[in-house]
């Protein structure tokens, strides 16, 4: 099964990052719809999105966001067909033990996205870090510890993006979120972007196959 919003999304994030690299990764729309929308366990499919990757290294930088596509697609459609407590199960327990290292934190921006809709509230990186993180909480510093660099730099909402690029530059290249810092503030500070608005964040991009990609998932997602 697929979740609509996440079939919409990874279809944009290869136009996305096909529109700004050589190679064309619309191509693989159906290869990657294959895996999103097979009925075969998470570990499988997992394994499969993997196989993708790895017969087409010219997309390897989406990987592991597509694998946060592949678990907000789980708790979307997935598990719909499952036993109503399968996350509290020690079979889900030991998935999520063997799946630690992968993903990133767009998983949570998901999560949250879809707290939004189910609320009917807008996206707001405050509301995102305080009520939904808890950054502020002293039990979730390990989140606090993760988005320093955004809650220190909260003032760039007000700042055009040419400044997010600065700040992101300036991240140390072991952040957890050196990578996804440009999209994501770029998303929250407007979050329905113009086509002309898209241009000038795709300007300023670090990686604009990459952050234009990641910005597209955000955009269609909501």
């Not at 009925?39 to 017969?55: M, P, S």
């Amino acid at each position: 099964m697929i979740d609509p919003k996440i079939e919409t999304a990874f279809q944009a994030a290869l136009e996305a990052f096909s529109k700004y690299n050589s190679f064309d990764a619309t191509v693989l729309t159906g290869d990657f719809g294959d895996v999103f929308i097979s009925d075969e366990d998470f570990l499988t499919k997992v394994d499969a999105l993997d196989e993708v990757f790895d017969n087409n290294p010219q997309v390897e930088v989406l990987r592991e966001v597509f694998f946060d596509l592949l678990m907000i697609n789980f708790f979307s459609a997935d598990v719909k067909k499952l036993e109503e407590d399968y996350l509290d199960t020690p079979e889900w327990e030991d998935i999520e033990e063997q799946t630690l290292d992968r993903g990133t934190e767009l998983l949570n921006l998901l999560l949250y996205l879809n707290e939004c809709e189910d609320e009917d509230i807008e996206p707001e990186l405050e509301d995102y870090l305080k009520e939904f993180l808890l950054v502020d909480e002293d039990e979730f510093q390990d989140e606090y510890r993760i988005y320093e660099p955004i809650i220190a730099n909260q003032i760039l909402m007000e700042s055009p993006v040419e400044e997010i690029a600065n700040v992101a530059n300036s991240l140390p290249e072991d952040s957890e979120l050196a990578e996804l810092f440009y999209p994501v503030m770029c998303f929250f500070q407007n979050i329905d972007p113009s086509p002309e608005a898209k241009a000038i964040i795709a300007e300023n991009a670090l990686e604009a196959d990459f952050d234009m990609a990641v910005l597209e998932i955000l955009i269609n997602f909501q």
